[in-house]
Antibody, heavy 122, light 107 residues
């Protein structure tokens, strides 16, 4: 049973860079069957897809965040990561790692981490 | 980007009720929509994919329908554990986008 777990700081200062890692257990991240993704949820609000990374290292980012975003994958550690630069209060949110199958038009998130709250404040 | 508009934003309901939530896409997306349930402090849970396919383990009182731009999530016989927020998501194109959510509340 695939499980995902986010880790990273709960508090980031304005203008700093957020670094989050998602550790995958119960299966290998080095698979062509899934895309590995990040989704965030602002407090009391809806969901926003951030981007995905494939086991090959190929990425696709949400254009709204693309200029500040870098995702990477470490197959030896079974982890993938997110870096978001120039953080502001508007980036305060719960960040989820999640996965969706590599099936055309079935890009629905069937596994989620528990989420980690990131607050941007000085 | 494809905009997903959910309605209503909240629906008061009682145990046993039939609840219907709608989602409208800003363009034709065929049947490429998924539905999620989210409880407070928890990650979303996939309920329905490709408009009407029930995810494994999801009770049969949940059903989805629709195609084109208009979609519906129906809960037949609301149970106490169903009071939660529900989101639609389009799986037609990137960036993937979600509806604003519908909160099913106790009447």
């Amino acid at each position: 049973q695939l499980q995902l777990q986010e880790s990273g700081p709960g508090l980031v200062k304005p203008s700093q860079t957020l670094s989050l890692t998602c550790t995958v257990s119960g299966g290998s991240i080095d698979t062509s069957a899934y895309y590995w993704s990040w989704v965030r949820q602002h407090p009391g609000k809806g969901l926003e897809w951030i981007g995905y990374i494939f086991h090959s290292g190929d990425t696709l980012y949400n254009p709204s965040l693309q200029s500040r975003l870098t995702m990477s994958i470490d197959t030896s550690e079974n982890q993938f990561s997110l870096k978001l630069t120039s953080m502001t209060a508007a980036d305060t949110a719960v960040y989820y790692c999640a996965t969706f199958p590599r099936k055309t038009y079935q890009w629905n998130f069937d596994r989620w981490g528990q989420g980690t709250l990131v607050t941007v404040s000085s | 980007d494809i905009q997903m508009t959910q309605s209503p934003s909240s629906v008061p309901a009682s145990v046993g009720d039939k609840v219907t939530i709608t989602c409208r896409a800003s363009q034709d997306i065929s049947r490429r929509v998924a539905w999620y349930q989210q409880k407070p402090g928890k990650a979303p849970k996939l309920l329905i994919y490709v408009a009407s396919n029930l995810q494994s383990g999801v009770p049969s009182r949940f059903s989805g329908s629709g195609s084109g731009a208009d979609f519906t999530l129906t809960i037949n016989g609301l149970q106490p554990e169903d009071f939660a927020a529900y989101y639609c998501q389009q799986t037609n194109s990137f960036p993937l986008t979600f509806g604003g959510g519908t909160r099913v509340e106790i009447k």
